[in-house]
């Protein structure tokens, strides 16, 4: 019966959408948690290059795993478009892996669902205590005062990387550390025909929404009230939003082209030498991957107001990374919190870590030289100073959506050549507002 | 005339009156065999029928009833009741959530009503420009149905390449060698993109369009058109007079087929958009889809997915009757 229902819904959620099949969300059995006590289901999600590369990484440690518990991990590598269709639907029907990566800041979203394990105190205790964590890491993995619902697994920040050529070329000594000093320079560059200061992702909805909740904090403005109500048409976050669209609009720094670039063009166009600067997240591995050689490129903290990055309006980070949960349904939970207490070991921290060009969100692992190179260096004084968690309020997920959405539409105003007015940009943002649940 | 040829509704000829079996009868295990064995043979199929089609629909009618978010989401049999909540606010066209949903009504009927006539047009005109046999027209038409044979997914996927500002086909065309533009235009963002949807709905929809009536062209005899032209009818008067009067009732058929796949179309606008489509361009079923599974709000989602549902019963509904009434008057 259970599970008759359970197809039921799952067939039900995939109609519903009339042809969703498109968006990935199809198989709601795929995993099947583990029913044997010797096997693990685990969804990673797409870090690497690549699914295949994932893999590559992964697997040797699984391995690893096996051997010394004798618990064979089944992986899928989940990419990133599908990710959270999945969780949805085997949310719903209750067939889902028994571990699995989630987007950090969708933790309280989830959270609300109640289909995750709440990380309390005993929970923690199984995987060495909730003191081993760094404290921002921590601040991103649901509501605050509750349980949460994951442990940080993958820790990243938003950096500005620069091309060193570029720069030398145009005369310009030191990386930007104000947004003038951005916007004076990406001018120097943007005047040559065919380059360009900085990129952006104008389509990319998160992407927007780490960028604009930044700028929010430097602004003094946050997107939700207190008490986690949406407050978006604040003139701190109209700024916020008008600042980060007018680097196309008026300062003419971004090429218009960027409002449509939602699969990382803007890092290609970075790699091929068409834009001199990215605000982005752990960029290394991809610049290789894009044939860029590491003296290449420079990195320095994201801009503020004051040149100097710390807490509150100095903020120059959302704190990104990737959680660890563990499905409440899970028939295996002492060894879903062994893998998770393998994965987030200091050993295995730094080896993915490095792997990925991530930080580890795990103290001493995170101390480890291996993270001290210039690059690297960059973030984890980010993460540990100036970088803030997106608001953990259920609500994030359709935030993303409204906000993000709304600033796509800004850059497509600003790309066709339409004013972006300051009344323009609150009566989008109150149109966005207006489409939050009422609760 | 020709309707005859036309198996409107095959079920009625196989199981009507009449069939020589009926004078064996008098024993009712065979009697009953006799009838039973037809709904035996179709038991299968209606099984899976119900569970594939009736279960969901009715599960989506009772979510619709439902408040189902992130909260209630886990456990949807025990979400709460909200009456008809789900349907007053996707109703209300003075609220953002109803306001929007008239949107993207308006622009689907908009967009279907141009594609569908569009992929009529262009797949008739090039159905009739084949009748006649001429050197290389198996390769044309093997050719001509290129875009209803690939993946809609690799060719959409394409076209979204083709659309992008700076590196696409279409702007280097239009810009850079026949100058038809003063600057590269956008496409997938945008007014544009309306057009950019249309575009890849009509290369997608016309050669089912022509499948079809190149299908329908065969069963008109040749004669017809001899007799026409001894008479004196141009080509233009024989199409508009043989041609067109014969297809009508395959064109029946295409123009509702068409017209429910164009308006309930989702891959085109999710390859080419992403889940967020433009202003411009947001389909319902895109709209749906956003309602649904990126705002979390599945009761509003299935509300809007019946009431949509409704719309096109409707719609099908007056279409067949007025179209079935007036070929039985054409039949007297």
Redesign the interface.
């Given at each position: 019966m259970r599970s008759i229902?359970a197809a039921?819904?799952g067939?039900?959620?995939l109609?519903?959408?009339?042809?969703?099949s498109?968006?990935g969300?199809g198989s709601a059995t795929g995993g099947g948690a583990g029913d044997s006590p010797k096997t693990l289901t685990y969804w990673a999600s797409n870090q690497g290059a690549g699914v295949e590369v994932d893999k590559k990484v992964l697997q040797p440690e699984l391995d690893k795993f096996e051997k010394e518990t004798g618990i064979k991990v089944k992986l899928e590598v989940v990419p990133w478009p599908d990710l959270l269709?999945r969780i949805?639907t085997a949310?719903?029907s209750?067939q889902g892996p028994d571990v699995l990566n989630i987007g950090n800041t969708w933790s309280a979203?989830?959270q609300?669902?109640?289909?995750l394990l709440p990380w309390d105190e005993k929970n923690f205790d199984a995987i060495g205590g909730r003191d081993r964590f760094v404290e921002s890491a921590l601040g991103s993995t649901g509501v605050a005062g509750e349980d949460p619902a994951a442990v940080p697994l993958y820790s990243m920040a938003y950096a500005l990387y620069y091309n060193k050529k570029m720069f030398a070329d145009a005369g310009i000594g030191e990386p930007p550390a104000t947004w003038d000093e951005l916007v004076e320079a990406g001018r120097k560059i943007s005047k040559d025909g065919g380059k360009w200061g900085l990129g952006a992702e104008?389509?990319n909805?998160s992407n927007n929404i780490h960028q604009v909740f930044v700028l929010g904090k430097q602004h003094g403005a946050d997107f939700f009230t207190a008490d986690g109500k949406a407050d978006f048409t604040s003139d701190g976050a109209v700024a916020a939003v008008k600042q980060y669209v007018d680097l196309m609009a008026e300062d003419e720094i971004v090429?218009?082209?960027n409002?449509?670039y939602?699969q990382n063009q803007s890092l290609s166009d970075f790699a091929n030498g068409k834009t001199a600067m990215v605000l982005w997240q752990t960029a290394s591995a991809t610049f290789k991957s894009l044939g860029m050689t590491d003296d290449e490129w420079g990195v320095a903290p994201a801009p503020v107001p004051s040149g100097t990055p710390g807490t509150g309006k100095a903020t120059n980070s959302m704190v990104a990374g990737i959680n660890m949960a563990v499905f409440k349904n899970t028939r295996n939970l002492d060894g879903a919190t062994a893998f998770v207490k393998f994965m987030t070991s200091d050993a295995e921290q730094k080896i993915l870590n490095q792997a990925y060009g991530s930080i580890p969100p795990v103290k001493a692992a995170q101390a480890d030289p291996a993270f001290g190179s210039p690059s690297t260096a960059v973030l984890r004084e980010t993460l540990a100073t100036s970088a803030a968690a997106l608001p953990q309020v259920?609500d994030e997920?359709?935030f993303e959506?409204a906000v993000?959405?709304a600033v796509?539409?800004l850059?497509?105003?600003a790309?066709?050549g339409r004013a972006v007015t300051t009344e323009s940009v609150r009566a989008r943002l109150a149109?966005a507002q207006?489409?939050m649940?009422a609760k | 005339m020709t309707t005859t040829t036309v198996p409107a509704r095959p079920g009625a000829r196989e199981t009507g009156p009449g069939t020589p079996g009926a004078a064996r009868g008098g024993r009712l295990p065979g009697r009953l065999r006799r009838i039973g064995l037809p709904y035996l043979l179709l038991l299968p199929a209606l099984l899976l029928e119900l569970l594939?089609h009736l279960?969901?629909?009715v599960?989506?009618i009772v979510?619709s009833f439902k408040e189902l978010?992130?909260?209630t989401?886990?456990d949807?049999?025990t979400a709460p009741w909200t009456g008809g909540d789900n349907y007053r606010v996707s109703l209300d066209f003075d609220?953002?959530?109803g306001e929007?949903l008239l949107h993207s009504f308006l622009v689907t009927c908009v967009f279907t009503v141009l594609s569908v006539g569009l992929c009529w047009l262009i797949g008739t005109a090039a159905a009739i420009c084949m009748q006649d046999a001429f050197r290389g027209r198996g390769l044309l038409r093997a050719l001509f149905l290129v875009p209803y044979a690939l993946p809609?997914?690799a060719a959409v996927i394409t076209w979204a390449f083709m659309f992008?500002?700076?590196n696409g086909l279409v702007n280097h065309v239009l810009y850079d060698q026949l100058g038809l533009t003063d600057k590269?235009s956008?496409w997938?963002?945008?007014?544009n993109s309306f057009i950019a949807l249309l575009v890849v709905s009509v290369w997608k929809g016309w050669p089912f369009a022509f499948l079809i009536v190149m299908a329908g062209l065969q069963n008109i005899p040749r004669e017809l058109y001899e007799a026409a032209a001894l008479d004196g009818a141009g080509t233009w008067q024989q199409i508009r007079r043989i041609t067109l009067p014969s297809l009508r009732p395959v064109n029946q058929v295409l123009v509702l087929v068409l017209f429910l796949w164009t308006f309930?179309?989702?891959?085109t606008p999710?390859?080419l958009f992403?889940?967020?489509a433009?202003?411009a361009a947001d389909l319902v079923?895109i709209h749906?889809?956003?309602s649904?599974?990126?705002?979390?709000?599945?009761g509003t989602?299935?509300a809007m997915?019946v009431l949509?549902l409704l719309f096109l019963l409707l719609v099908t509904g007056v279409y067949l009757f007025l179209t079935s009434r007036g070929r039985k008057t054409a039949d007297v």
């Amino acid at each position: 019966m259970r599970s008759i229902r359970a197809a039921a819904v799952g067939a039900v959620t995939l109609s519903l959408a009339l042809a969703a099949s498109a968006c990935g969300g199809g198989s709601a059995t795929g995993g099947g948690a583990g029913d044997s006590p010797k096997t693990l289901t685990y969804w990673a999600s797409n870090q690497g290059a690549g699914v295949e590369v994932d893999k590559k990484v992964l697997q040797p440690e699984l391995d690893k795993f096996e051997k010394e518990t004798g618990i064979k991990v089944k992986l899928e590598v989940v990419p990133w478009p599908d990710l959270l269709n999945r969780i949805l639907t085997a949310t719903t029907s209750g067939q889902g892996p028994d571990v699995l990566n989630i987007g950090n800041t969708w933790s309280a979203s989830l959270q609300a669902t109640g289909a995750l394990l709440p990380w309390d105190e005993k929970n923690f205790d199984a995987i060495g205590g909730r003191d081993r964590f760094v404290e921002s890491a921590l601040g991103s993995t649901g509501v605050a005062g509750e349980d949460p619902a994951a442990v940080p697994l993958y820790s990243m920040a938003y950096a500005l990387y620069y091309n060193k050529k570029m720069f030398a070329d145009a005369g310009i000594g030191e990386p930007p550390a104000t947004w003038d000093e951005l916007v004076e320079a990406g001018r120097k560059i943007s005047k040559d025909g065919g380059k360009w200061g900085l990129g952006a992702e104008g389509s990319n909805l998160s992407n927007n929404i780490h960028q604009v909740f930044v700028l929010g904090k430097q602004h003094g403005a946050d997107f939700f009230t207190a008490d986690g109500k949406a407050d978006f048409t604040s003139d701190g976050a109209v700024a916020a939003v008008k600042q980060y669209v007018d680097l196309m609009a008026e300062d003419e720094i971004v090429a218009p082209g960027n409002a449509e670039y939602a699969q990382n063009q803007s890092l290609s166009d970075f790699a091929n030498g068409k834009t001199a600067m990215v605000l982005w997240q752990t960029a290394s591995a991809t610049f290789k991957s894009l044939g860029m050689t590491d003296d290449e490129w420079g990195v320095a903290p994201a801009p503020v107001p004051s040149g100097t990055p710390g807490t509150g309006k100095a903020t120059n980070s959302m704190v990104a990374g990737i959680n660890m949960a563990v499905f409440k349904n899970t028939r295996n939970l002492d060894g879903a919190t062994a893998f998770v207490k393998f994965m987030t070991s200091d050993a295995e921290q730094k080896i993915l870590n490095q792997a990925y060009g991530s930080i580890p969100p795990v103290k001493a692992a995170q101390a480890d030289p291996a993270f001290g190179s210039p690059s690297t260096a960059v973030l984890r004084e980010t993460l540990a100073t100036s970088a803030a968690a997106l608001p953990q309020v259920p609500d994030e997920s359709q935030f993303e959506t409204a906000v993000g959405t709304a600033v796509k539409e800004l850059f497509a105003d600003a790309a066709a050549g339409r004013a972006v007015t300051t009344e323009s940009v609150r009566a989008r943002l109150a149109k966005a507002q207006q489409q939050m649940p009422a609760k | 005339m020709t309707t005859t040829t036309v198996p409107a509704r095959p079920g009625a000829r196989e199981t009507g009156p009449g069939t020589p079996g009926a004078a064996r009868g008098g024993r009712l295990p065979g009697r009953l065999r006799r009838i039973g064995l037809p709904y035996l043979l179709l038991l299968p199929a209606l099984l899976l029928e119900l569970l594939v089609h009736l279960v969901p629909m009715v599960i989506g009618i009772v979510m619709s009833f439902k408040e189902l978010t992130q909260f209630t989401l886990r456990d949807w049999g025990t979400a709460p009741w909200t009456g008809g909540d789900n349907y007053r606010v996707s109703l209300d066209f003075d609220a953002p959530v109803g306001e929007a949903l008239l949107h993207s009504f308006l622009v689907t009927c908009v967009f279907t009503v141009l594609s569908v006539g569009l992929c009529w047009l262009i797949g008739t005109a090039a159905a009739i420009c084949m009748q006649d046999a001429f050197r290389g027209r198996g390769l044309l038409r093997a050719l001509f149905l290129v875009p209803y044979a690939l993946p809609v997914y690799a060719a959409v996927i394409t076209w979204a390449f083709m659309f992008q500002h700076d590196n696409g086909l279409v702007n280097h065309v239009l810009y850079d060698q026949l100058g038809l533009t003063d600057k590269p235009s956008f496409w997938l963002i945008g007014d544009n993109s309306f057009i950019a949807l249309l575009v890849v709905s009509v290369w997608k929809g016309w050669p089912f369009a022509f499948l079809i009536v190149m299908a329908g062209l065969q069963n008109i005899p040749r004669e017809l058109y001899e007799a026409a032209a001894l008479d004196g009818a141009g080509t233009w008067q024989q199409i508009r007079r043989i041609t067109l009067p014969s297809l009508r009732p395959v064109n029946q058929v295409l123009v509702l087929v068409l017209f429910l796949w164009t308006f309930n179309d989702f891959n085109t606008p999710y390859v080419l958009f992403g889940k967020a489509a433009p202003e411009a361009a947001d389909l319902v079923s895109i709209h749906i889809y956003q309602s649904s599974f990126v705002t979390w709000d599945f009761g509003t989602g299935s509300a809007m997915s019946v009431l949509l549902l409704l719309f096109l019963l409707l719609v099908t509904g007056v279409y067949l009757f007025l179209t079935s009434r007036g070929r039985k008057t054409a039949d007297v």
